[in-house]
């Protein structure tokens, strides 16, 4: 998927799903969601190199810094709380042996006094665990199987379904195991190994980890399939995709769920198309898309695109989907509720290292529940400066005044 945003902003709250559906780049496993900046590529990063027991040791992580104001008209709900956060992790990658490789990561946040809560930051009380302890292990059986046992976060239905949500300050873990596969591979001509088109996964996990204990969880399993396109121009890869509660855990799941996702590039358009399917157990069942098309430019427009997204009741169980249905906020994700969306964002790159992302929403909430507003004017502006410091800006308001900023400075290191 196409990141509309430069390096300072990549990840940035990029003007909904209009820009988020591609903008966050919160759509592919391992990305960060929704943190309003974009980690830099390893090489900018130290490599420490450390001999020890393991082969190798790797030590990366962030300090981010915001401050979340909000704002409404009389008659107009709307969540008017103000924080000032604070979070760092350190994430330790020890490569073991050639196949095994062990990760742990720790995450520290806290609000400033007089601050609201925010997410994993409480009012009065520092945050400071574990966040993800888990093992990767290649062809441990010895037929190509990569497998993660642990604590981790993961990405399921492209984040609207399933994730870790970054910029919420809500990084969700998973604990279980994952099996995967690549298959029909070969041998390239420098004789070195070549992946095949087709990746395969199943799973069984929990939603209980450290950094959401207010939620009673639930054991789940499933399976991912995803098809690369190696010869066609107008279809880069297609997946699919199945979750089913157990019914075991501390509280009990009969829900399933099955999507379906593709993503492309026809006559200068790059495109991207998203389905889910969840059966509820007793009551209706759910079932949500969406669609987005953008096309790229050279100059000061850097890019243009519409999204389309209709839910037709909740699909998530703990979503990465911050921004999806607008900087506001104001009715969830994008598949949260009864919502339909219509989304036009534009990504700009006026010079100077300096990158705006607007978004013009439509939103239409279906059912009895109330309306809250109908247009939104999203703005995100960032800007990384020479010392690596990553600083942004977003801006929200809607017909009916209801309006939020963020200010933000990240570090990676």
């Keep these: 998927m196409q990141h ?9 709250v990029a003007a909904s799903l209009a820009a988020s559906l591609t903008a966050q780049n919160c759509y592919e496993n391992n990305a960060q969601c929704f943190s309003f900046a974009h980690a830099p590529e390893d090489s900018d990063r130290l490599q420490t190199g450390l001999n020890l027991r393991s082969k190798s040791l ?22 008017q709380a103000d924080q000032t956060a604070a979070r760092a992790r350190v994430k330790l990658e ?3 042996t050639e196949q095994a490789r062990a990760v742990v990561e720790f995450n520290f946040s806290e609000t400033w ?12 009380e520092n945050y400071n665990k574990v966040s993800q302890a888990y093992l990767d292990v290649q062809d441990m059986l010895g037929f190509g199987d990569e497998w993660r046992i642990g604590r981790s976060e993961y990405i399921l239905g492209n984040g609207l379904i399933l994730g870790s949500c970054d910029f919420l300050q809500y990084p969700s873990t998973f604990t279980g195991a994952w099996l995967s596969r690549n298959f029909f591979g070969k041998t390239g001509e420098d004789g070195k190994p070549v992946d095949g088109p087709l990746d395969v996964e199943a799973f069984v996990f929990d939603d209980y980890g450290p950094l959401q204990t207010q939620i ?7 399976g991912t399939a995803r098809w690369t396109f190696r010869d066609c121009k107008c279809a880069e890869s297609v997946g699919a995709y199945y979750l089913n509660g157990t019914r075991d855990g501390d509280t009990t799941s009969e829900d399933w769920w099955a999507g379906a996702e593709a993503k492309g590039a026809a006559m200068g358009l790059d495109w991207r198309i998203d389905g889910a399917y ?17 096309r790229k430019f050279d100059g000061i427009i850097d890019e243009v695109s519409f999204t389309r997204t209709d839910a037709e009741g909740a699909m998530h169980v703990n979503p990465a989907d911050f921004n999806s ?15 339909d969306t219509n989304q036009i964002g534009i990504s700009l790159k006026p010079g100077s290292d300096i990158d705006v992302d607007l978004a013009f929403l439509t939103l239409d909430r279906d059912g009895a529940a109330t309306e809250q507003g109908e247009l939104e004017f999203d703005i995100i502006v960032g800007k990384k400066f020479a010392s690596g410091v990553q600083a942004s800006a977003g801006y929200g308001i809607d017909d009916e005044d209801r309006q939020v900023a963020y200010m933000q400075v990240t570090l990676f290191f």
């Design 58 to 79: 790797r030590i990366t992580g962030d300090l981010r810094y915001r401050l979340r104001l909000a704002d409404t008209s009389t008659g107009h709900p709307y969540n």
């Design 278 to 294: 969840r059966g509820v157990n007793g009551a209706k069942d759910r079932t949500a898309y969406s669609a987005r098309v953008s």
């Design 216 to 222: 009673d969880g639930t054991r789940y399993f499933g």
């Design 94 to 96: 020890y490569q073991a």
């Design 325 to 339: 249905a607008g900087l506001l906020h104001q009715f969830a994700g994008a598949w949260r509720s009864d919502l």
């Design 113 to 124: 006094a007089g601050s609201e809560a925010y997410s994993d930051a409480l009012t009065d």
């Design 4 to 12: 509309p945003l430069r390096p300072s902003l990549a990840a940035a």
